[in-house]
Nanobody, 126 residues
Framework: QVQLVESGGGLVQAGGSLRLSCAASGRALNVFSMGWFRQAPGKEREFVAGTNWNMANTSYADSVKGRFTISRDYAANTVILQMNSLKPEDTAVYYC???????????????????WGQGTQVTVSS
């Protein structure tokens, strides 16, 4: 069974950058699709970015397109979310997730994922 642990969150000013990491243990991630989601207070968890197993196919929420980049470090069994030009509305708890199926494509729906990290807080001040 895979365990996912996010890190890299914190407090940053608007316009700044953060790099989130999602480290996995218990199982290799290289055959699965991976996703990043976020949940702001009082809101539902929403899709942020996703990638298939080899990063040939990626998808981003419209709100982060052009600012966020998802990538994978296969040797480290890690998924990364590089976040640039951060805005106050990006403030949320960010979660990484592993797909239920083998990762031929990315997935945007929460129900397509069966393992989640505990989340890391990102706060962007104006």
């Amino acid at each position: 069974q895979v365990q996912l642990v996010e890190s890299g969150g914190g407090l940053v000013q608007a316009g700044g950058s953060l790099r989130l990491s999602c480290a996995a243990s218990g199982r290799a991630l290289n055959v699965f699709s991976m996703g990043w989601f976020r949940q702001a207070p009082g809101k539902e968890r929403e899709f942020v970015a996703g990638t298939n197993w080899n990063m040939a196919n990626t998808s981003y929420a419209d709100s982060v397109k052009g600012r966020f980049t998802i990538s994978r470090d296969y040797a480290a069994n890690t998924v990364i979310l590089q976040m640039n030009s951060l805005k106050p509305e990006d403030t949320a708890v960010y979660y990484c997730a592993k797909s239920r199926q083998y990762g031929l494509t990315y997935f945007r729906a929460i129900e397509e994922y069966d393992a989640w990290g505990q989340g890391t807080q990102v706060t962007v001040s104006s």
